[in-house]
């Protein structure tokens, strides 16, 4: 069976006999990124490099999966946007959709990598596997480390156990959940961590092992999948020491829907902020609460009152992500009343 391009992009499909299929969907970055010598991991050009090339780096995947790929962007990811996001879901739906694609691989850029993992968390609709993945270092330096992670996400998307686990990324030899994977350093190939949490499992030659399942809904029981139409305005903010409400004022004149706030600790929030984001709740802004501190949980009425002014707590989700599922659940009419819940349950 020939796959439909997804035209005017280009595909180009490596044949391997009875392999499984896999769509491997390329979207620039790092693991696509070019430098003028091999010395050189920091001042590249993300996304340099087409789908072909990453590709002919790594043979063998001739032996491990029939590859389907498409250049679906060639971007640095920290341009990423909600349009590409939902260009990119319609097309990991359509392909999985197909009987013979066993599962599908997104090469991504680092920088914004874990919140469009989570966005494909809560909107493919699909058990079969997904798995994004990245590099640290451009395709030309010394040890890049693109190729091997190109090849570990292929053998955990053809590894049956690892369908119905949602969307995952497989990186550092690590598998993590889409939910709970965050960027953790600048210029680190282990720059990839679970806080709290943990990996979902580990990925190394030819076994791919699991550790444990994501708890929370994804994929196929998100009330999110088939969601069309333009996302709502949500945006984040921070607290911090002499911080003024002059960004909050601005959103809510501004229209935005939901404001997701950085706060300190256990999402604590300065006196000045914590009324202007109370008043916004009075105009009919969403208002969750997050922390910027990296792990642990925000709990609902500890630091702040939330039930008094309106906010909803987000538990473990870090704040980019906590906006992920806002814009989703303001798309979906998710009532006020039932947002903690809903941030409970996601």
């Known amino acids: 069976?020939?796959?439909?391009?997804?035209?005017?992009?280009?595909?180009?499909?490596?044949?391997?006999?009875?392999?499984?299929?896999?769509?491997?969907?390329?979207?620039?970055?790092?693991?696509?990124?070019?430098?003028?010598?091999?010395?050189?991991?920091?001042?590249?050009?993300?996304?340099a490099l087409g789908v072909q090339d990453l590709l002919a780096a790594v043979p063998a995947l001739g032996n491990v999966a029939h590859i389907h790929a498409e250049q679906v962007a060639q971007i640095d990811s920290k341009d990423m946007s909600v349009s590409l996001w939902q260009k990119l879901a319609a097309r990991v739906n359509a392909l999985l959709a197909q009987p013979d694609v066993a599962g599908a691989v997104i090469t991504h850029g680092t920088d914004t990598l874990e919140e469009t993992a989570y966005y494909l968390h809560l909107t493919v609709n699909s058990r079969?596997?997904?798995?994004?993945?990245?590099?640290?270092?451009?395709?030309?330096?010394?040890?890049?480390?693109g190729p091997l992670n190109l090849l570990n996400a292929v053998r955990v998307a053809t590894d049956p156990i690892s369908a119905g686990r949602g969307v995952m990324v497989a990186i550092n030899n690590q598998i993590h959940c889409a939910?709970?994977?965050?960027?953790?350093?600048?210029?680190?190939?282990?720059?990839?961590?679970?806080?709290?949490?943990?990996?979902?499992?580990?990925?190394?030659?030819?076994r791919v092992a699991f550790q444990r399942e994501p708890l929370q809904y994804h994929t196929v029981e998100s009330e999110f999948v088939g969601l069309s139409g333009e996302l709502p305005a949500v945006e984040v903010v921070s607290s911090y020491a002499g911080v003024s409400r002059i960004a909050v004022d601005a959103l809510v004149e501004a229209g935005v829907q939901g404001i997701v706030v950085a706060g300190t600790g256990n999402g604590s929030l300065?006196?000045?902020?914590?009324?202007?984001?109370?008043?916004?709740?009075?105009?009919?802004?969403?208002?969750?609460?997050?922390?910027?501190?990296?792990?642990?949980?925000?709990?609902?009425?500890?630091?702040?009152?939330?039930?008094?002014?309106?906010?909803?707590?987000?538990?473990?989700?870090?704040?980019?992500?906590?906006?992920?599922?806002?814009?989703?659940?303001?798309?979906?009419?998710?009532?006020?009343?039932?947002?903690?819940?809903?941030?409970?349950?996601?």
Request: charged share 15%.
């Open 179 to 206: 939910r709970d994977v965050v960027k953790t350093s600048t210029y680190k190939v282990d720059a990839f961590h679970s806080p709290e949490i943990g990996v979902l499992g580990w990925v190394q030659d030819e």
């Open 270 to 346: 300065h006196a000045l902020l914590q009324q202007a984001l109370a008043e916004a709740v009075q105009r009919g802004v969403t208002v969750v609460r997050a922390s910027r501190v990296g792990s642990g949980h925000v709990m609902h009425n500890g630091a702040a009152p939330d039930d008094q002014y309106g906010f909803v707590s987000a538990g473990n989700l870090h704040p980019y992500k906590a906006r992920v599922l806002l814009m989703l659940a303001l798309q979906a009419g998710v009532p006020r009343e039932r947002m903690q819940s809903l941030f409970d349950e996601y």
């Open 128 to 145: 079969k596997p997904v798995v994004l993945t990245a590099a640290m270092r451009p395709a030309t330096a010394l040890s890049a480390d």
């Open 1 to 47: 069976m020939t796959l439909t391009s997804f035209n005017p992009i280009p595909h180009y499909t490596v044949s391997s006999g009875e392999l499984p299929r896999i769509a491997l969907l390329a979207t620039g970055g790092t693991i696509a990124g070019s430098a003028a010598d091999a010395t050189r991991t920091a001042g590249y050009q993300a996304g």
